[in-house]
């Protein structure tokens, strides 16, 4: 509560760290060995084609199931050994639209207080900061059913911050929205890094999302093909962008088509 | 900072637990609330049983007297409890398809990612589920009582709240262990014909178990084994103000396994969703 517990030291813990996971479905594999670190206040992008194995790292961090192997932490909490301490420093956006289109607004983040232990009455008092962040002050009352797609992923993310996260996770937030949606959900989001120190890990698919300075994790068919600033990825390709860096890195004819 | 630290600034006691448990029944409620179609259905499904099935065998069934009826009873009295475990039956499959429902809509995984361990919040969308079929079972009983369906005395609604409880927690323990067992589930028509028909008529919910006995010897012992023969004799006697003690045994120890089969399944570890993918 005092602030010298506010803020974790940069260099001592990461906000995320991914140590060795592997995963397989029976015999098919989706994870092997992944590993990679996201710092607290910095914007970390999971690239990956559909299928590279992004919703199943989604699904161990998450805890929704364990890794075969690996350990992941969340500043330094163990997310199978000690889920509770790890999940409430976790805020979530699923790629699944997660409202409840029948009720409002404020009855959905009220929902989602409540499973973080936070009361009806404080809720209340953090919702209005959280929507005024993404936009959407004066829709409190509205039913989720009559906001647009790009709206609810706003929503989401308000939500996501409810519980006061320190890392937050995003599966392709971006799927299914318009160009300027897009635009304005990473505006907020980036924003976040910068006004609350919080770790970003942002998965997908799109590399026009990226700038030259974030952190890149490249994932292909279960593997960490190039873990560094995109800069420096592009760089170490020899390519002039990182979608070349992407396609070189991941291998000629191996561009699934709904890339 | 050390995880000591961590969980000093964020304690996730019972004080956090209770709020979850009633935000998860408060959401519940209210999507039941706008689901008008669910609530109308689970309430017309009994009436027709009652209305016109038990109308209809009236002259054919006569049920003599037998515990915890003092004297005869018409058809209809006698299949009263019956339709009330029919309908925490109903709901408690219902809820556990909206389970599967919820999941591949993610916001099973929204409950999930709650810091509250896992065994509690599967125990609160229970709890959540037996409140809501508790409310259809009390509106049907407002129905029965202008069919002049009532217990013997007023305490009778009241002393039925328990045994509609716990059948209730054993009905939705066991619609959640199906629906991380069962891998397609999406369909209800499914459940009804391999679940809920079996489980109803093969009880007593329709006949007393000396008939049944009289007719097959062998359909009696089915209706032994059937779990929700103990629901429908635990509501039975409970309305008329008495305990059927070898119900409430099985009822119990039936609740306590379904639910912790059902938390095994739902284990992140050892858990049935991984192999979907979840």
């Given at each position: 509560m005092t602030a010298v517990t506010a803020a974790p030291p940069k260099t001592a813990v990461s906000a995320l760290s991914v140590e060795n996971v592997s995963h397989a479905y029976g015999e098919r594999?989706?994870?092997?060995e992944v590993s990679f670190h996201v710092a607290p206040s910095s914007f970390t992008v999971l690239l990956?084609?559909?299928?590279?194995?992004k919703s199943t790292l989604f699904s161990v961090i998450t805890h929704l199931y364990a890794s075969r192997s690996g350990v992941v932490r969340i500043f330094g909490c163990?997310?199978?050994?000690k889920s509770g301490a790890a999940l409430a420093l976790l805020g979530v956006v699923f790629q699944?639209?997660?409202?409840?289109?029948?009720?409002?607004v404020a009855q959905n983040l009220a929902y989602h207080g409540a499973l973080h232990g936070i009361g009806p009455r404080e809720t209340r008092e953090r919702q209005a900061a959280q929507l005024a962040r993404v936009g959407l002050?004066?829709?409190?009352?509205?039913?989720?059913?009559?906001?647009s797609g790009g709206q609810m992923r706003r929503v989401e993310i308000a939500r996501a911050l409810l519980h006061r996260p320190r890392m937050l996770l995003l599966d392709e937030?971006?799927?299914?929205?318009d160009i300027k949606a897009r635009a304005g959900l990473l505006e907020v989001v980036r924003g976040l890094i910068a006004d609350e120190g919080i770790g970003v890990l942002w998965a997908t698919?799109?590399?026009?999302?990226?700038?030259?300075?974030d952190h890149v994790v490249v994932l292909h068919k279960g593997r960490v093909l190039a873990d560094d600033s995109s800069r420096s990825i592009v760089l170490a390709a020899d390519a002039s962008s990182i979608g070349e860096a992407f396609t070189r890195l991941t291998g000629p004819g191996r561009e699934e088509a709904d890339w | 900072m050390s995880e000591a630290a961590f969980a000093r600034e964020r304690p996730f006691g019972w004080p956090q637990r209770l709020i979850c448990l009633y935000g998860i029944v408060w959401r519940e409620s209210l999507r039941f609330l706008h689901q008008r179609e669910r609530f109308i259905s689970a309430l017309v499904r009994p009436l027709v049983w009652l209305f016109i099935f038990a109308a209809g065998f009236r002259q054919t069934l006569g049920v003599s007297i037998m515990p915890p009826y003092d004297t005869y009873v018409l058809y209809e009295v006698y299949i009263t409890p019956g339709l009330m475990a029919m309908i925490q039956l109903f709901n408690g499959m219902q809820s556990s398809l909206s389970m599967v429902y919820d999941r591949e809509m993610g916001s099973m995984r929204m409950l999930l990612v709650?810091?509250?361990?896992r065994w509690f919040l599967l125990t609160s969308k229970l709890i959540a589920g037996v409140a809501v079929s508790i409310l259809q079972v009390y509106a049907f009983l407002v129905v029965a009582y202008f069919w002049?369906?009532?217990?013997?005395?007023?305490w009778g609604y009241l002393t039925v709240l328990p045994a509609l409880a716990l059948s209730g927690l054993m009905l939705g323990a066991l619609g959640m262990l199906l629906s991380s067992l069962?891998?397609?589930?999406?369909?209800?028509a499914g459940v009804m014909n391999f679940v809920i028909f079996p489980m109803f008529f093969a009880?007593?919910?329709?006949?007393?178990l000396w008939r049944v006995q009289q007719g097959s010897p062998w359909l009696a012992t089915v209706c032994r084994l059937n779990p929700f023969t103990y629901s429908v004799e635990l509501i039975r006697f409970a309305f008329y103000g008495q305990v059927n003690w070898l119900a409430l045994a099985v009822v119990a120890g039936c609740t306590a396994a379904f639910l912790g089969a059902a938390i095994i399944a739902y284990d992140?570890?050892?858990?049935?969703?991984m192999r979907r993918g979840g």
């Amino acid at each position: 509560m005092t602030a010298v517990t506010a803020a974790p030291p940069k260099t001592a813990v990461s906000a995320l760290s991914v140590e060795n996971v592997s995963h397989a479905y029976g015999e098919r594999i989706a994870l092997d060995e992944v590993s990679f670190h996201v710092a607290p206040s910095s914007f970390t992008v999971l690239l990956g084609l559909n299928g590279a194995g992004k919703s199943t790292l989604f699904s161990v961090i998450t805890h929704l199931y364990a890794s075969r192997s690996g350990v992941v932490r969340i500043f330094g909490c163990d997310v199978a050994r000690k889920s509770g301490a790890a999940l409430a420093l976790l805020g979530v956006v699923f790629q699944q639209r997660t409202l409840d289109p029948d009720l409002s607004v404020a009855q959905n983040l009220a929902y989602h207080g409540a499973l973080h232990g936070i009361g009806p009455r404080e809720t209340r008092e953090r919702q209005a900061a959280q929507l005024a962040r993404v936009g959407l002050a004066d829709r409190a009352g509205d039913k989720v059913r009559y906001l647009s797609g790009g709206q609810m992923r706003r929503v989401e993310i308000a939500r996501a911050l409810l519980h006061r996260p320190r890392m937050l996770l995003l599966d392709e937030p971006t799927a299914g929205l318009d160009i300027k949606a897009r635009a304005g959900l990473l505006e907020v989001v980036r924003g976040l890094i910068a006004d609350e120190g919080i770790g970003v890990l942002w998965a997908t698919h799109l590399v026009d999302e990226i700038r030259d300075d974030d952190h890149v994790v490249v994932l292909h068919k279960g593997r960490v093909l190039a873990d560094d600033s995109s800069r420096s990825i592009v760089l170490a390709a020899d390519a002039s962008s990182i979608g070349e860096a992407f396609t070189r890195l991941t291998g000629p004819g191996r561009e699934e088509a709904d890339w | 900072m050390s995880e000591a630290a961590f969980a000093r600034e964020r304690p996730f006691g019972w004080p956090q637990r209770l709020i979850c448990l009633y935000g998860i029944v408060w959401r519940e409620s209210l999507r039941f609330l706008h689901q008008r179609e669910r609530f109308i259905s689970a309430l017309v499904r009994p009436l027709v049983w009652l209305f016109i099935f038990a109308a209809g065998f009236r002259q054919t069934l006569g049920v003599s007297i037998m515990p915890p009826y003092d004297t005869y009873v018409l058809y209809e009295v006698y299949i009263t409890p019956g339709l009330m475990a029919m309908i925490q039956l109903f709901n408690g499959m219902q809820s556990s398809l909206s389970m599967v429902y919820d999941r591949e809509m993610g916001s099973m995984r929204m409950l999930l990612v709650s810091p509250a361990p896992r065994w509690f919040l599967l125990t609160s969308k229970l709890i959540a589920g037996v409140a809501v079929s508790i409310l259809q079972v009390y509106a049907f009983l407002v129905v029965a009582y202008f069919w002049e369906i009532e217990p013997p005395t007023w305490w009778g609604y009241l002393t039925v709240l328990p045994a509609l409880a716990l059948s209730g927690l054993m009905l939705g323990a066991l619609g959640m262990l199906l629906s991380s067992l069962i891998k397609q589930l999406e369909n209800f028509a499914g459940v009804m014909n391999f679940v809920i028909f079996p489980m109803f008529f093969a009880s007593s919910a329709l006949y007393p178990l000396w008939r049944v006995q009289q007719g097959s010897p062998w359909l009696a012992t089915v209706c032994r084994l059937n779990p929700f023969t103990y629901s429908v004799e635990l509501i039975r006697f409970a309305f008329y103000g008495q305990v059927n003690w070898l119900a409430l045994a099985v009822v119990a120890g039936c609740t306590a396994a379904f639910l912790g089969a059902a938390i095994i399944a739902y284990d992140p570890a050892r858990g049935m969703l991984m192999r979907r993918g979840g």
